[in-house]
């Protein structure tokens, strides 16, 4: 199922996940004890939403990643989220497509690795819609351009969750983001390459219902799924 949450606010669109999320992993907890009969598919999901100003550090990063106190926090209108997914520090804001996929891997693949690299190529499909080469870099999650040198920057950043092959979490990809928030933090702890955005790459905004309906289209296809 797919849901257009549209701006809200980041622990309204956490709890509303992990509400879905609790629901799929219980879904296949009971199954187990069922016959096969008698069994209820679970079912997958796809949330995208843009959020209000917010840092979210994952499991991983450190808290010193964040580079302004609370009230510099409060003056940038921004809020602050330790959370439990993989990854750093990122910041979501408005003009950033944030996608949400609670999908039980069990009916595609049990690899979160391969998971990874298949959002990766939802968004290096995106960016060749408008002439522009996004690439994957060794060791590091996410899409970027310029990979391996001193131009190197990151327009799409991965955190993901997964219980029992269930996810949660997802991307944030910057289309129309202002980027001086990422000047705040140590993005997904990287200190010496940039973070970019569609609209800085290529010179002027991008409808963002455009860029929805792509991402859409292309996340079908890459995974073999019909989302309605």
Aim: aromatic share 14%; net charge negative; with cysteine.
């Amino acid at each position: 199922m797919f849901r257009d949450l549209g701006l809200i606010d980041y622990q309204e669109a956490w709890d509303y996940q992990e509400q879905l999320f609790q629901e799929t992993v219980d879904r296949k907890f009971q199954n187990r004890k069922l016959p096969e009969a008698e069994q209820k598919p679970t079912q997958n999901y796809l949330l995208f939403c843009e959020h209000p100003h917010v840092y979210t550090l994952g499991k991983s990063g450190k808290r010193e990643h964040l580079l302004v106190s609370e009230q510099e926090l409060k003056d940038l209108k921004a809020t602050f989220y330790p959370i439990n997914r993989g990854g750093d520090i990122t910041y979501h804001g408005p003009g950033q497509l944030v996608g949400y996929p609670i999908l039980d891997l069990d009916h595609f693949f049990p690899d979160i690795h391969k998971y990874l690299r298949y959002l990766e190529e939802v968004f290096i499909k995106v960016l060749a819609d408008y002439g522009l080469k996004g690439e994957r870099s060794d060791g590091e999650t996410g899409v970027w351009f310029d990979v391996g040198t001193p131009k190197a920057r990151k327009i799409l950043a991965l955190g993901v969750r997964a219980s029992r092959w269930v996810t949660m979490h997802g991307w944030a990809f910057n289309v129309n983001t202002d980027l001086s928030y990422f000047g705040h933090i140590v993005p997904c702890g990287i200190y010496d390459k940039e973070v970019t955005s569609l609209k800085r790459e290529l010179g002027h905004p991008v409808d963002m219902a455009e860029i929805e309906a792509k991402a859409k289209q292309y996340f079908c296809e890459i995974f073999e799924v019909e989302l309605i």
